[in-house]
């Protein structure tokens, strides 16, 4: 079998970018938990703020969680903007919103955040804006969460209807993270940015072979930009992406199996808005403009709509949460790879910020698996996965 010359460099830059991305957690991490005062500090420091620097009493003010909520009647509807960026640099703050008291002053077209959400699950009025600066809490895009390949950390099981490239029981892991290095306000809008670095590693395990082979490995690396506007959002990132077979996998398949060495650079686009009561719709597309094999046709368009439940269930602080993903590649003749994904968000088990979510899942279509990206499969799986 043929080794290409450029797979030791490609390697190298896979192992520095993967430690690029556990050093910048690492730092992240040590970082907060060295100078991220309590609420009742925030508290304090934003009374403080408010008071002096914009004569308001706000004795019902409320801080969770670094999660600043200051109730709309305390402040004139003039100094939303400059009162959110002025409270959103304060050490610890996370997220910053002017809530109204009441579900009838909530507009058709307002946005609506986890933190504005009163205990009966009714959205209420407000705008949102995070922290700002160097490595900063939270992201301005959410994640997709029915996206086979968005980097993430999980683990699932999946079973595969019919046949499959190797087994019926397949594991698959994923390792990975979007890390925003610098976000900032643009001017005295409500609108913000920030860049920063993605990257993933996904893997699949035959169940059924006697040492659970390892059949591929999926490496992602890439360089991102964010925006977001109120409810609107969006995300264009340019990546690579490299697949490589498992060891054990070869030497199973060498005599009946043609590897496709492939590799490629991208970049695409994703927009996205959020509806009242949970409701997401986002849609994008992106093309392929380095590639290997040079026949794969570069387009593909993406879309989908996600629901993640402002009511909450308070046994084990569950939050239900449904998503379809939906992928035409030019490639596969524009058929559509259907992911979908449902289940519960466990609220109060979080690590890094982030959530824990337990979803069964969906697939049909041409496999997200990068070497057998030609072959149509379809399955149904059951997994853990840490989202923000």
């Known amino acids: ?46 009374t403080a703020v408010l008071k002096h620097a914009f004569k308001i009493d706000a004795p019902s003010l409320t801080v969770q969680n670094g999660n ?13 903007i400059k ?24 507009p058709p077209t307002s946005p609506v ?43 699932t099981y999946r079973n595969y209807i019919g046949n499959n490239v190797d087994g019926n029981n397949n594991g698959a892991v ?6 925003p290095f610098y976000r900032a306000n643009i001017g005295q809008s409500m609108v913000q940015w920030e860049a920063g670095l993605q990257a993933g590693v996904f893997s699949d395990f035959n169940l059924d ?28 990132r340019v990546y690579h992406q490299s697949s490589h077979l498992g060891d054990e996998f070869l030497l199973r398949k060498l005599t009946s199996l043609e590897r496709i060495n492939l590799s490629f650079e991208a970049a695409d686009l994703r927009l996205s808005y959020e509806l009242p009561y949970g409701v997401r719709v986002y849609g994008g597309g992106g093309g392929i403009f380095r590639k290997q094999p040079s026949s ?24 239900p949460v449904l998503a379809v993903d939906i992928k035409n590649h030019e490639q596969n003749n524009w058929n559509a790879d259907v992911s979908a994904r449902a289940g519960f968000q466990f609220d109060n088990l979080q690590t890094f910020g982030r959530r824990l979510q337990f979803l069964i899942e969906y697939f ?16 149904l799986g059951i997994g853990a996965h840490y989202h923000f």
């Open 1 to 46: 079998m043929k080794i290409d010359s450029d797979r030791i460099l490609m390697s190298t830059i896979k192992v520095l970018s993967l430690q690029l991305v556990i050093a910048s957690l690492l730092f992240r991490v040590a970082t907060a938990n060295a100078t991220i005062p309590d609420d009742s500090y925030i508290a304090g420091y934003a």
């Open 83 to 106: 009162i959110m960026q002025t409270l959103s640099e304060i050490p610890g703050v996370n997220h910053v919103a002017i809530a109204g008291r009441t579900a009838h002053q909530f």
């Open 296 to 319: 794969i046709r570069p387009w593909y368009i993406q879309y989908g709509i996600e629901f993640r439940s402002p009511w909450r269930l308070e046994i084990a602080s569950m939050r």
């Open 113 to 155: 955040s986890e933190e504005a959400i009163t205990e009966e699950g009714i959205p209420t009025t407000g705008h949102a804006m995070l922290a700002t600066g160097i490595l900063p809490e939270g992201h301005l895009f959410k994640p997709l969460l029915a996206d086979p390949r968005w980097a993430h950390f999980s683990a």
């Open 209 to 236: 072979a006697p040492s659970s082979d390892l059949v591929n490995t999926d490496f992602i690396a890439a360089a991102y930009a964010s925006l977001r506007a109120q409810q609107a959002s969006a995300f264009a």
């Open 174 to 179: 994923s390792f990975g993270e979007t890390i």
């Open 68 to 80: 600043i909520t200051i109730p709309a009647d305390k402040v004139a509807a003039d100094d939303h």
């Open 364 to 379: 049909h279509g041409n496999s997200p698996t990068g070497q057998f990206f030609t072959e149509k499969v379809e399955y």
